[in-house]
């Protein structure tokens, strides 16, 4: 969740708890202008420690829970790293290339391409894919992904 769509949940209990934005402010800690900004979902930032006491003090939780994976993370981003190519990149070579650790010279370019510009959510997805049903532990992956980051010098500071 977002400090956005925290915004009406945070409002909806000050209201039903009748307290003012100023009264809140002042029983969390935090000034009115932060917590008008909280409620009407411009603030920016707001720390983990402050944002959990200030949920706490309202009687709400925040609750962490895996976000659903895409349904086949293999295949959308080796759609991903084929976007400017001719050649299209196949989900199953993919695969083959992050367990073996492997770059061939086919794949090179969509490999430099994935790891600069793919989103890391999704190369997240689709290690773990992999890894599954390849039965390969996900770190030996990982280890692949930064040597070939670091072998095509990529400039991405994840693979640093």
């Known amino acids: 969740m977002t400090l956005h769509e925290l915004a009406p949940l945070i409002h909806a209990r000050r209201t ?16 009115r202008a932060t917590v008008n900004q909280l409620e009407n979902g411009t603030l920016v930032d707001l720390g983990a420690a402050k944002l959990l006491a200030l949920l706490a003090l309202l009687g ?6 895996p976000k659903p994976t895409p349904l086949d993370a293999l295949a959308l981003l080796s759609q991903t790293a084929s976007v400017s ?9 993919l695969a083959q290339a992050l367990v073996q650790g492997d770059l061939p010279e086919a794949i090179t370019p969509h490999i430099a391409t994935l ?12 290690v773990e894919q992999a890894a599954l049903t390849s039965r390969t532990p996900p770190k030996t992956l990982w280890k692949h992904l930064v040597q ?13």
């Open 16 to 31: 039903a708890l009748g307290l003012s934005q100023d009264r809140l402010a002042k029983l969390c800690g935090l000034s």
């Open 60 to 65: 709400l939780e925040l609750n962490a829970r």
């Open 85 to 93: 190519y001719r050649r299209v990149l196949q989900p199953a070579e």
């Open 115 to 126: 790891l600069d510009e793919a989103p890391l959510a999704l190369i997240l997805a689709a």
């Open 148 to 160: 070939w980051a670091h072998a095509l010098q990529s400039p991405t500071p994840a693979w640093a």
